[in-house]
């Protein structure tokens, strides 16, 4: 079980992957950077039309992904 970020003032890292200027993905790990542990809460950010959408892999937003994998997730 994870420990909850803002109650113990711990800076998460993060990475962000501007894929094109309508799809970006923006990673954040509490428990380091190897972008190979599955410790990673992923976050899909696509424009289309005039509408941003925010989504995650399989909807999903927990620290149990994988960034070197973020292509590989279906967003929902």
Known sequence: MYSNVETHNIETVMLVDEVSSTEIYIGQS??????????????RILQVGSVWTFTFPNGEQKFDFIWGQRFSYTYG
Not at 30 to 43: F, L, M, R, S, V
């Open 30 to 43: 509490i428990n380091g950077k190897d972008p190979n542990d599955n410790n990673w809460k992923i976050k």
